[in-house]
């Protein structure tokens, strides 16, 4: 498998990390609502350390309904703050001012009575490549997101973000890295999007696809490109695709380079229809 996370790099991001969590109060870590638990970084809990932390459920709009109100509700059952989010809508944001307030207020109200004036929560975004740490902080930063400068000698050369209500954001997220050992996991990133075509050819990352697909969203698969899946194998699957769809090379021959581009981008952006590859009962030992 080729990602490009090598022991030197990962050490380095994790310095990065570790060196600006000493500046805020919270952590949002952000998750990827189809794949929340392979997009989780493995390490995120050490690296955090007991910080305050909210779990933001990121491109909720691409996932399956009921599976974002299951993860809800694992988290809930945790005790752990989350929060489902549309970016690019703009759905659940609010919501986000709201419970980093809840969170951090108590650490608030003491530094309120030690008499320090600012009073402002300070948080920064965390997550693997991909999963929209930067569309949020944009979102989150608005039109009105003023960028706060550096602020001499508390936040040295740091960029912070003010936010509506009392909210300071590092303009900087951090960049985690996935998983690596588990080859669901792997093909589930690469399924999203966040790893890129990498781990292997692009035919055969569409026929994982499509098995996967074919399993428990048969009805998508059908209504998306009017074929029925029942008896037919993926690859049969595939190049009827690619017939509907006239991904096809001189003398009708199926242009599986194609279709397989077609299948992965129309899933990846939501075409097919909502669908999480993860589902809170699938994963034994979630943390
Ligand atoms: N549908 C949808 N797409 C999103 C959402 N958030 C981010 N994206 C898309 O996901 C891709 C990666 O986002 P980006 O913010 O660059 O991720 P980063 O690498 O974590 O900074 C971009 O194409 C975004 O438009 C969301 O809530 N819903
Ligand atoms: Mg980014």
Redesign the pocket.
């Not at 998750?31 to 779990?55: A, E, T």
């Not at 969170?103 to 991909?130: C, D, F, H, Y």
């Not at 998983?179 to 690469?190: P, R, S």
């Given at each position: 498998m080729n990602i490009n996370w090598y022991p030197g790099h990962m050490k380095k991001t994790k310095d990065l990390i570790c060196n600006n969590l000493k500046l805020v109060d919270l952590v949002i870590e952000l998750l990827d609502s189809r794949i929340p638990y392979s997009s989780k970084n493995p390490d995120i809990d050490k690296i955090i350390n007991n910080k305050p932390r909210i779990v933001i459920m990121?491109?909720?709009?691409?996932a399956n309904e009921i599976a974002n109100y299951k993860w809800v509700d694992y988290y809930r059952s945790e005790n752990i703050p989350v929060l489902l989010?549309?970016?690019?809508s703009n759905t659940g944001i609010g919501n986000i001012i709201n419970e980093a307030n809840k969170v951090v207020g108590e650490k608030l109200q003491l530094r309120e009575q030690k008499g320090i004036k600012n009073t402002s929560i300070r948080a920064m975004i965390v997550?693997i490549?991909?999963?929209?740490?930067?569309?949020?902080i944009n979102t989150l930063a608005g039109r009105k997101g003023a960028q706060t400068g550096n602020r001499p000698g508390v936040t040295k050369g740091k960029q912070w973000i003010k936010l509506k209500g009392n909210i300071e954001l590092l303009d900087t997220?951090g960049i985690l890295w996935p998983k690596f050992e588990d080859v669901n996991v792997a093909l589930n990133l690469a399924f999203t999007g966040a790893i890129k075509d990498e781990i292997m050819d692009v035919e055969t990352l569409a026929l994982k696809l499509i098995e996967r697909l074919k399993e428990r969203n048969k009805d998508l698969l059908e209504s998306r490109y009017d074929i029925l899946v029942d008896n037919s194998g993926p690859i049969n699957i595939i190049e009827e695709i690619a017939i509907k769809r006239g991904c096809l090379l001189k003398k009708e021959e199926i242009d599986y380079t194609r279709v397989s581009h077609l299948i992965l981008d129309e899933f990846r952006r939501?075409l097919i229809g909502r669908i999480s590859l993860e589902y809170p009962e699938d994963i034994k030992n979630y943390v």
């Amino acid at each position: 498998m080729n990602i490009n996370w090598y022991p030197g790099h990962m050490k380095k991001t994790k310095d990065l990390i570790c060196n600006n969590l000493k500046l805020v109060d919270l952590v949002i870590e952000l998750l990827d609502s189809r794949i929340p638990y392979s997009s989780k970084n493995p390490d995120i809990d050490k690296i955090i350390n007991n910080k305050p932390r909210i779990v933001i459920m990121s491109k909720s709009d691409l996932a399956n309904e009921i599976a974002n109100y299951k993860w809800v509700d694992y988290y809930r059952s945790e005790n752990i703050p989350v929060l489902l989010v549309n970016s690019i809508s703009n759905t659940g944001i609010g919501n986000i001012i709201n419970e980093a307030n809840k969170v951090v207020g108590e650490k608030l109200q003491l530094r309120e009575q030690k008499g320090i004036k600012n009073t402002s929560i300070r948080a920064m975004i965390v997550g693997i490549p991909n999963v929209g740490k930067s569309t949020l902080i944009n979102t989150l930063a608005g039109r009105k997101g003023a960028q706060t400068g550096n602020r001499p000698g508390v936040t040295k050369g740091k960029q912070w973000i003010k936010l509506k209500g009392n909210i300071e954001l590092l303009d900087t997220p951090g960049i985690l890295w996935p998983k690596f050992e588990d080859v669901n996991v792997a093909l589930n990133l690469a399924f999203t999007g966040a790893i890129k075509d990498e781990i292997m050819d692009v035919e055969t990352l569409a026929l994982k696809l499509i098995e996967r697909l074919k399993e428990r969203n048969k009805d998508l698969l059908e209504s998306r490109y009017d074929i029925l899946v029942d008896n037919s194998g993926p690859i049969n699957i595939i190049e009827e695709i690619a017939i509907k769809r006239g991904c096809l090379l001189k003398k009708e021959e199926i242009d599986y380079t194609r279709v397989s581009h077609l299948i992965l981008d129309e899933f990846r952006r939501g075409l097919i229809g909502r669908i999480s590859l993860e589902y809170p009962e699938d994963i034994k030992n979630y943390v």
